[in-house]
């Protein structure tokens, strides 16, 4: 067993600014960076930006940058001010009493403050053509599941937006801001969207509305992009195709708080519940980024809660000094 004063779980650039900060601030934090990943479930170091590909909106990158390169700079910033890195994802946590316990399958850390910044995964539908780019999939190639950060590159193109929530709906509407034609593509015929939002899409004259559909393939692997789609109509089984430049799945987010369900307040969709910003149920244990954001989920709100959580477990650790800590407060 190690003792820190900081543990950071989570690597995204909520947990990369996170360290930074700490580190800059004397805390020696150490971060389990959530390993190497697994495809899209399973994202590892970097999180989702390791599977997105220009970020043009990250302030400071006038002509953009790669997703996966603007989390290596992160890291190496990191790194440069000492940040102790488990290159590998945390299995079990223990919030019962401090210091706090994470665990790496059998490899146990201790620390007096945590921050979690574990991130959320985008639901995908599960088709094969999904699979990043580099097995042999479209992901990244004209499938996305943000509109805000990809929609910029489908100016005057037509598009499909799978799903039939506030999402959807949201989604939708920003793309016609960039794309001639916006089809919904949604499996039911009733919507999960509040009134509201599904109105002002139905309102909107580039958006095109298909019911009863599932997307059952999507063209063309071989070609590196998005052609167009296979529908099947879930009611009869029939096909028909529907030529799109790109494909936006707007089927939820699920945070990563797999760890955390008992043991820190959730609110009903499992994302950690915050106060101050970043403080968790817990007293130290903070959360920053997309596991405790499903309004914003950008990278420079991420980072921005990373870098407060950091500054309020300096404050707090700051305040308790040396002393040895004697229970643990339930309020804060
Ligand atoms: P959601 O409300 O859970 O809707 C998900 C949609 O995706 C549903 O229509 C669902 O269809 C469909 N879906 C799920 N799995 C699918 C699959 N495998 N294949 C095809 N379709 C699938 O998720 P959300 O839209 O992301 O919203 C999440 C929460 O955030 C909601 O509470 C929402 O109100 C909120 N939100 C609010 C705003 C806003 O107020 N500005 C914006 C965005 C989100 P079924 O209906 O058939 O289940």
Same mark, same amino acid.
């Given at each position: 067993m190690t003792e820190h004063k900081l543990i950071i779980i989570g690597s995204g650039p909520a947990g990369y600014t996170?360290?930074?900060? *700490?580190?800059?601030?004397?805390?020696?934090?150490?971060?389990? /960076?959530?390993?190497?990943? @697994?495809?899209?479930?399973?994202?590892?170091?970097?999180?989702?930006?390791?599977i997105t590909t220009?970020?043009?909106?990250y302030p400071g990158f006038e002509h953009g940058i790669q997703g996966?390169?603007? %989390?290596?700079?992160? @890291?190496?910033?990191?790194?440069?001010f000492g940040v102790e890195m488990v290159e590998d994802l945390a299995t079990k946590v223990d919030l019962s009493s401090r210091p706090y316990g994470v665990w790496v399958d059998e490899r146990e850390f201790r620390a007096k403050a945590l921050i979690v910044a574990t991130g959320a995964s985008a639901k995908w539908i599960g088709l094969p053509e999904e699979a990043p780019v580099w097995e042999g999939?479209?992901?990244?190639?004209?499938?996305?599941?943000? *509109?805000?950060?990809?929609?910029?590159?489908?100016k005057g193109k037509e598009v499909a937006v799978v799903g039939g929530? /506030?999402?959807?709906?949201?989604? *939708?509407?920003?793309?016609?801001? #960039?794309?001639? @034609?916006?089809?919904?593509? #949604? @499996?039911? /015929?009733?919507?999960r969207a509040s009134k509201i939002m599904l109105e002002r899409a139905q309102r909107n004259p580039k958006i095109e509305f298909i019911t009863n559909v599932a997307v059952e393939r999507v063209h063309d692997p071989?070609?590196?992009?998005?052609?167009?789609?296979?529908?099947?109509?879930?009611?009869?089984?029939?096909?028909?195709?529907?030529?799109?430049?790109? %494909?936006?799945?707007?089927?939820? #987010?699920?945070?990563?708080?797999?760890?955390?369900?008992?043991?820190?307040?959730?609110?009903?969709?499992?994302?950690?519940?915050?106060? #101050?910003?970043?403080?968790?149920?817990?007293?130290?244990?903070?959360?920053?980024?997309?596991?405790?954001d499903f309004e914003?989920?950008?990278?420079?709100?991420?980072?921005?809660?990373?870098? %407060?959580?950091?500054?309020?477990?300096?404050?707090?650790?700051?305040a308790e000094g040396d002393t040895d800590i004697v229970g643990t407060p339930t309020e804060w």
């Open positions: 996170a360290a930074i900060y *700490a580190a800059r601030a004397n805390l020696q934090p150490l971060m389990i /960076d959530g390993g190497v990943g @697994r495809g899209q479930e399973l994202l590892g170091a970097g999180g989702q930006l390791t220009e970020v043009e909106n996966p390169e603007l %989390m290596q700079i992160m @890291r190496r910033q990191a790194v440069r999939g479209l992901g990244g190639a004209g499938i996305s599941a943000c *509109a805000t950060c990809d929609g910029f590159f489908f929530g /506030d999402t959807a709906m949201e989604e *939708a509407v920003y793309l016609t801001n #960039h794309c001639s @034609r916006v089809y919904i593509l #949604h @499996r039911r /015929d009733q919507f071989e070609a590196k992009r998005v052609t167009g789609l296979t529908l099947r109509n879930i009611i009869d089984g029939t096909t028909r195709e529907l030529a799109v430049s790109g %494909m936006f799945v707007a089927i939820g #987010h699920k945070p990563n708080t797999d760890l955390f369900g008992d043991q820190l307040e959730l609110n009903d969709n499992g994302y950690i519940k915050t106060k #101050h910003n970043v403080r968790t149920s817990k007293y130290a244990v903070f959360a920053a980024g997309d596991v405790q914003y989920r950008q990278a420079v709100t991420a980072a921005g809660s990373g870098c %407060m959580a950091a500054i309020e477990a300096e404050r707090l650790l700051e």
